[in-house]
């Protein structure tokens, strides 16, 4: 079993959709949590951290942590063609500065 | 600008041709990092470096080589390359203060015939 497992998708969306990805994961020193946004053909780009549990709100984004579940989550509200990307959780801890990356999850956002 | 550049973008190559990928960061980060990332797979770490003449073997080191001579740069070196190593190479950094924050490159496309 991977360390942290992430659907690879595809997840096709009408625009104005809510969307949920997921991850989880089994190491319990985890304790830093991020997801990052990948275009097809660019590098991935930070869009969302958080530090052990709880929510994160940035605009149409919400990152969400339940540690007791070892399972993280984001949500886009008014899901965008724009937002059509490969969204990557990742994590670290435990004294490691090195992340821990899901395989990603593509979602296709259609008009 | 803060940024991490790769040269080359896109390269074509043939099995056992020496090549070397070059990352340089702007930023005076201490920490980067190479991947590599296949369909289905992810992101897979091949090398990290946590600074000046300190590298140390990610999940797939084998058939790559780095250095980290300049807290700037840290070039992937392919001695021997071969066709299961055709894939899409990002480097990235980070600094090892503050957030988590990774810096991505805009990665490498790589294909060995």
């Known amino acids: 079993q991977k360390e942290v497992e992430q659907d690879p998708g595809p997840l096709s969306v009408p625009e104005g959709a809510i969307v949920s990805l997921n991850c989880t994961y089994s190491?319990?020193?985890?304790?830093?949590f991020m997801w990052y946004r990948q275009y097809s053909r660019k590098g991935p780009e930070l869009l969302m951290y958080?530090?052990?549990?709880g929510n994160k709100e940035d605009g149409r984004f919400t990152a969400q942590v339940d540690k007791s579940s070892k399972y993280i989550s984001l949500f886009i509200r008014d899901s965008q063609p724009s937002d059509s990307a490969t969204y990557l959780c990742?994590?670290?801890?435990?004294?490691?500065?090195?992340?821990?990356f899901g395989r990603g999850t593509s979602l296709i956002v259609h008009p | 600008e803060a940024q991490v550049t790769q040269n080359p973008r896109y390269l074509i190559t043939v099995t056992g041709k020496k090549l070397t990928v070059t990352c340089s960061q702007n930023m005076n980060h201490e920490y980067m990092s190479w991947y590599r990332q296949d369909p289905g797979l992810g992101l897979r770490q091949i090398y990290y470096?946590?600074?000046?003449?300190?590298?140390d073997k990610g999940d797939v080191p084998e058939g790559y080589k780095v250095s980290r001579k300049e807290k700037r740069n840290f070039p992937l070196i392919l001695e021997s390359p071969s066709p299961n190593q055709t894939s899409l190479y990002f480097c990235a950094s980070r600094g090892l203060a503050g957030g988590h924050e990774q810096f991505f490159g805009p990665g490498t496309r790589l294909t060995v015939l």
């Open positions: 190491n319990s020193a985890f304790q830093y």
């Open positions: 990742a994590m670290s801890g435990g004294g490691s500065y090195i992340p821990t």
């Open positions: 958080t530090y052990s549990s």
């Open positions: 470096s946590m600074n000046v003449e300190v590298t």
